[in-house]
């Protein structure tokens, strides 16, 4: 089932995000519906803060750039419970989006290397340095989990420079091909 996607100003989108228990109902069924989601609105990925839920699930697809990018060839996964223990390696800058900002794009410095720590779809532990595009990607969406969106690591200036995009999005002016909740009032 495709969901709505929760875009900026929407008050989960700003919450910490808990970890679930191994029972947590119906986990099966939301993974399946967030990789639908993700999917439909053409997106690398997706944490459930973003679909309403502020628990720690987030879907990632890979695949969809495995032409550029070989490595990631069937990388479609699910990351529970998911923390980062540790950012370093390199800082780069790379150009990122949103599925909760649509239209805004900016670029994003991070670092290339991180320690994560998640359990996998058949909730098996795992404890991994992870790096290079997942490394990004990875912490963009456990940001998300932590209440925190892509826009909070831009300059002063490039905020200001959004600021008319980011209140067009209060007033729930949403330009994009999928289903949004915004905060219209
Ligand atoms: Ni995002």
């Known amino acids: ?54 628990i720690r699930v987030v879907v990632i697809n890979l695949d969809v750039l495995s032409d550029d990018l070989p490595e990631y060839k069937g990388f479609r996964k699910a990351f529970i419970n998911a923390h980062i223990l540790e950012v370093s390696g390199e800082e780069e800058s790379m150009e990122e989006g949103c599925l909760s900002l649509p239209g805004i794009h900016e670029t994003v410095k991070r670092g290339n290397k991180i320690h994560v720590q998640y359990l996998d779809e058949n909730l098996e532990a795992h404890d991994e340095v992870v790096e290079g595009y997942l490394a990004r990607v990875m912490q963009h969406e456990f940001d998300h989990l932590e209440g925190k969106m892509f826009i909070d690591h831009l300059s002063p200036l490039r905020k200001q420079m959004i600021k008319g995009k980011l209140n067009a999005l209060l007033k729930g002016k949403a330009h994009c091909t999928y289903r949004v909740k915004t905060v219209k009032k």
């Open 1 to 54: 089932m495709i969901l709505p996607i929760y875009t900026y100003g929407q008050p989960v989108l700003r919450k910490v995000a808990e970890d679930i228990a191994p029972d947590y109902p119906d986990l099966k069924e939301l993974i399946a519906n967030m990789f639908e989601t993700m999917d439909h609105a053409d997106g690398v990925g997706l944490a459930a803060p973003q679909i309403g839920l502020p």
